[in-house]
């Protein structure tokens, strides 16, 4: 199966992706290659706006019909902004993981992680594993 | 020592056509092919087809065979005629069920009970042991491994049959069985199923020969829609009908009062467990598998604890979202006293407790493919 992996975006290994929205603000959301593993996401339990966390911690959690699945800051920082459409409409995730389907957006407490990321290519080799 | 689990016999097929796989109990069974939504929907308004080769089967022959039944399971098997079959439990004398399952009374006299997945061999000795104790001229064979069992299941599933199989099956009634041939093949063929519609099942063997029967039945079925099913869309097609899956409802120890199966119990006659269940009637204190319908969203899960103003009440055997109402839905065992329809319970989820109502099964009614085209 072809995967979607936009050039532009970072990557982390636990399949989340992060994209620069600009100098201290990320947008992070779920790969299409998670949102095809999971199928049929009914359940989204986003965090509070204000919410800190350090890189690695459980942010949200996702569920589709068959299981439950903790989403970890792929950066530390401060949550500004959360998908309150996907309390509504959890399936976008599956149908526009990289745009509707974006989860929070972090305001970053340390820029430098974000070097620490997979890019495209190194995020397509995991996959290929 | 390694265990490696079961493949069914369709597994290559099941490949080509491009599923996801889940272990199940040992065996190793297709979750989905497409997505559960999609698969689960395609069953309420046209056919699905399941391979549920997991199952088990069991032959009961003899000429004491339905006296075996009858001790053994919440049924007279006396009252079950030729070419019918019965859903019925096997208890432990203290009451509790070892597994529920069918028997089909076939037309040469002989049994044909479908146990759960991964029970086939508890159930047999279990019948065997019986039929030694009480001096039965009755055996039971487990022959699991000589079958493989395909469902067809929704309102366009008769449709589909008719087109194949050599019986009538337009008379066939809920719970009838019968020798059959489809496109040839020898099978037994049962109006029964495990998803609240209209829907037949077929044991066949050798197993080789269930490769053709699924082929049949994809291609003549393209004109009702048919698809294959998982396993993931089987479990919440069920559970919208509120029927018991064994690993979950059955956990630790269950009675047929509590997993709300007494309207399966024949009092008229002597069964393994009567006394206990008598007992346990008279008494009235246990829980019983009730339904929750959520209020608020959230997805409720086995073993989730469901409350009342913070006091522990119950807990979950089965939830999921239903495709159909697109809300949350439990089977969860609760105290009798808070369990009255209409009763708001808390479900903890996490670290939050969301709202859900006690309702009276099914969640789904039978009504609801046609209210919803």
Same mark, same amino acid.
């Given at each position: ?129 | ?41 395609? +069953? ?20 004491? $065979? ?50 759960? $997945?991964?029970?086939?061999?508890? +159930? ?70 495990? *998803? ?8 066949? *063997? ?6 053709? +029967? ?5 291609? +003549? ?153």
């Amino acid at each position: 199966m072809s995967e979607n992996i936009p050039e532009d975006l970072k990557y982390t290994d636990t399949h989340e992706w992060v994209k620069m929205k600009n100098e201290k603000t990320v947008v992070v959301g779920i790969t299409d290659h998670a949102q095809k593993e999971l199928t049929d996401i009914v359940f989204v339990e986003l965090p509070p706006v204000g919410k800190e966390f350090k890189k690695g911690e459980e942010m949200c959690i996702v569920e589709s019909i068959k299981s439950v699945s903790e989403i970890y800051a792929p950066v530390s920082g401060k949550i500004v902004a959360v998908n309150k459409e996907l309390e509504d409409s959890p399936e976008k995730i599956n149908s526009s993981p990289y745009s509707e389907g974006w989860l929070v957006e972090i305001e970053l407490s340390n820029r430098d992680e974000i070097n620490s990321l997979l890019d495209a290519e190194s995020y397509k080799k995991l996959l290929s594993k | 020592m390694i265990f490696l689990p079961l493949r069914s016999p369709l597994h290559e097929i099941h490949v080509e056509l491009g599923a996801k796989f889940t272990i199940f109990a040992g065996h190793e069974m297709p979750l989905q092919y497409t997505s559960i939504r999609d698969e689960h929907l395609n +069953v309420r308004k046209n056919v699905g087809l399941f391979d549920v080769s997991h199952m088990g089967n069991v032959i009961i022959e003899g000429k004491d $065979a339905a006296r075996l039944l009858s001790l053994a399971t919440l049924e007279d098997a006396n009252r079950i005629e030729k070419n019918k079959g019965q859903y019925t439990a096997i208890l432990r004398e203290d009451g509790t069920i070892i597994d529920d399952t069918i028997f089909l009374h076939l037309p040469d006299e002989k049994y044909a009970l479908v146990p759960n $997945a991964g029970r086939s061999e508890v +159930v047999t000795n279990w019948l065997n042991d019986v039929a030694e104790k009480n001096n039965l001229d009755a055996k039971a064979e487990d022959v699991s491994r000589e079958y493989v069992i395909l469902a067809i299941q929704g309102p366009k599933s008769r449709d589909l049959l008719r087109k194949i199989i050599d019986i009538d099956i337009e008379n066939m009634p809920l719970f009838g069985c019968d020798y059959a041939k489809v496109n040839g093949v020898d099978c037994i063929a049962s109006r029964t199923g495990y *998803t609240g519609e209209l829907g037949f099942e077929l044991q066949i *063997t050798p197993p080789e020969n269930s490769k053709k +029967v699924f082929y049949d039945i994809l291609n +003549v079925g393209k004109e009702f829609n048919v698809k294959p099913i998982g396993l993931g869309a089987r479990d919440t097609l069920r559970l919208e009908k509120c029927f018991l899956l064994a690993g979950n409802e059955f956990e630790g120890g269950r009675t047929p009062l509590e997993a709300g199966l007494s309207w399966l119990i024949n009092w008229d006659h002597d069964f393994i467990g009567k006394n206990a269940l008598l007992r346990q009637k008279q008494d009235g204190k246990y829980e019983r598998l009730t339904c929750l319908e959520c209020i608020d969203k959230g997805i409720p899960r086995h073993s989730y604890m469901v409350e009342k103003n913070g006091k522990i009440v119950g807990k979950v055997s089965s939830g999921n979202i239903s495709p159909c109402l697109n809300k949350g839905i439990a089977l969860a065992y609760i105290k009798p006293e808070y369990r009255e329809v209409g009763s708001i319970l808390d479900i903890v989820i996490r670290d939050k407790k969301i709202r859900a109502k006690v309702v009276k099964p099914p969640f789904v009614s039978k009504d609801w493919a046609r209210e919803n085209p």
